[in-house]
């Protein structure tokens, strides 16, 4: 369902920056024709996206000289913050229409990303120290993406639903990692996944 006027409109903070102000404008737009976000999330997508993707920020071990995000969407986490926090991210999105509106977005805030337009499996990219990723796949095949796109003793964080001990059972048969579960800041039944040390036994 494409996003409506008559909807309620988010409530943005007033503390947001221009930039970030400007990306939330761009998305209602696109929203009408692109299926970047589902319409009853509209009137939360401060909350329920933007926030969720910046609680980030403030996991990362070291402030990153470069990531890449999979699955960008939207451009959550990844361009959000790319945009807050000026950090270069690769966006790798194989939707040729969010890949465009990713590359608009870039270019009316100014954030600091590359959009690759391909499958995950494909993308021709040298390893980043961080990789993120939000509601893409279960986690054994999220560690099968990112592991070769991950730069020896880099992160992975990865926004979860709380329900993730199944997955991280399986993916400990195929991998060895540190995982720790940090609760999500923004939403009640989230976590955010910090992966460490990820080697294939």
């Known amino acids: 369902m494409a996003y409506s006027g008559a909807m309620r409109e988010p409530t943005v903070p007033r503390a947001a920056s221009p930039a970030l102000r400007r990306y939330v404008d761009l998305l209602l737009r ?26 980030l920020a403030e996991l990362w071990r070291h402030r990153p000289e470069r ?13 959000v913050l790319a945009i807050a926090c000026n950090v270069p991210f690769d966006l790798v999105e ?10 608009e977005a870039a270019r009316v805030t ?11 499996e494909t993308a021709a990219l040298p390893p980043a120290p961080l990789v993120t990723a939000r509601a893409l796949a279960p986690l054994p095949r999220l560690l099968r993406f990112a592991a070769p796109l991950l730069l020896p003793g880099g992160d992975c964080l ?38 460490t040390n990820l080697k294939r036994p």
């Open 30 to 55: 696109w929203n009408r024709a692109v299926n970047l976000v589902g319409a009853r999330d509209i009137p939360n997508l401060w909350q329920r996206h933007i926030a969720d993707s910046l609680q």
């Open 94 to 103: 194989q939707d040729q229409g969010k890949a465009a509106f990713l590359r």
């Open 67 to 79: 990531a890449i995000d999979l699955g960008s969407g939207a451009g959550f986490p990844g361009l």
């Open 158 to 195: 990865f926004l979860k639903g709380r329900d993730v001990d199944s997955e991280i059972f399986e993916a400990g048969k195929h991998w060895t990692m540190d995982i720790e579960q940090i609760p999500s800041r923004v939403a009640g039944d989230g976590v955010v996944l910090r992966v």
């Open 110 to 120: 100014g954030a600091p990303v590359n959009v690759v337009a391909a499958n995950i």
